[in-house]
């Protein structure tokens, strides 16, 4: 299992590395526009749509979504759906990580579900889009945020692995530890101050790039543990089997869809995609 994950890493981070540099903003529109329809896809599995005809119905629908949001929202309705999440996102995670009860399996389909599904991923979407169209450092900006997750994520997994003993929340993911959450804004320190000595920041604060970077680590674990509750609720291990050894794309995405809303509307309040 361990050598499917590193190979589908090596694969795919050079791809998304040279994506996020190289691609114009419209371009890269359409092809995370493609990996939102297939979470939109493992989205609707979660919320217990068996039929073939109502998952493309909801992927039509988010397809919609998407499609308005580029073409007719303003940005500052852009800007208004990312404090929408933002607040949500900061919410759901203390919720999560506070929660001391046993998750039930749900049966039936779960309207809610797809909402807010629909929601997370058109916000997230739309967010890595505005940072990436913001000027000539919005893709070195947009590159931070996903070197930034995957800092975190590898900093938890080794230090859960070192030092994890007293789990984060044992019912919604028994994986997770204090210790990897310790390790994860380890990590996003370091790459606040990676980002602070290899870019030019501007006026921005080194404080205030810290205090951003670790807000968007502990989202990004809400996002993590938002995913983990909505599969054991539907019964399900992975969300897909699309990512050898990594499941599906939601499994891969999920702290990605917490964080981008948070990063981008962050960054605009600091200055730092001004």
């Known amino acids: 299992m361990l050598w499917k994950r590193i190979i ?5 981070i050079p791809v998304v590395v040279l994506g996020i540099l190289y691609l114009e903003t419209s371009m890269l529109a359409l092809v995370l526009g493609v990996i ?8 609707a599995r ?14 039509l629908a988010v397809a919609a979504l998407l499609w308005f949001i580029w073409w007719y929202l303003p940005p500052n309705g852009v800007e208004g759906l990312q404090w929408i ?3 949500w996102w900061v919410l759901m995670t203390v919720v999560l990580v506070s929660r001391r009860s046993a998750l039930p399996r749900l049966p039936g389909r779960r309207p809610v579900v797809l909402l807010l599904g629909g ?3 058109a916000t997230a979407w739309v967010s890595v889009l505005a940072l990436h169209g913001a000027g000539a450092a919005g893709p070195v900006l947009v590159l931070f945020l996903f070197v930034l997750i995957w800092v975190a994520d590898s900093g938890a997994y080794f230090a859960g692995r070192a030092f994890g003993k007293r789990k984060l929340s044992p019912h919604v993911s028994p994986g997770k530890t204090w210790a990897g959450a310790g390790g994860a804004v380890a990590g996003a320190i370091v790459s606040a101050l990676f980002l602070a000595a290899a870019a030019n920041v501007g006026q921005v604060s080194l404080p205030a ?23 054991r609720e539907a ?11 990594h499941g599906g794309v939601l499994d891969r995405v999920d702290s990605l869809l917490a964080a981008a809303p948070v990063f981008a509307l962050g960054a605009a309040l600091i200055g730092l995609s001004a």
């Open 8 to 12: 589908t890493a090596l694969v795919l």
């Open 36 to 43: 939102v329809l297939l979470g939109a896809y493992e989205m």
């Open 46 to 59: 979660l919320a217990n749509l068996r039929e073939r005809s109502a998952q493309v119905g909801f992927i």
């Open 85 to 87: 999440m933002a607040i």
């Open 119 to 121: 929601l997370v991923l």
């Open 209 to 231: 790039l810290i205090g951003l970077s670790v807000l968007v680590t502990a989202v990004s674990i809400g996002g993590d543990l938002w995913e983990s509750r909505l599969k």
């Open 235 to 245: 019964g399900v291990k992975d969300s897909g089997t699309l990512l050898p050894g």
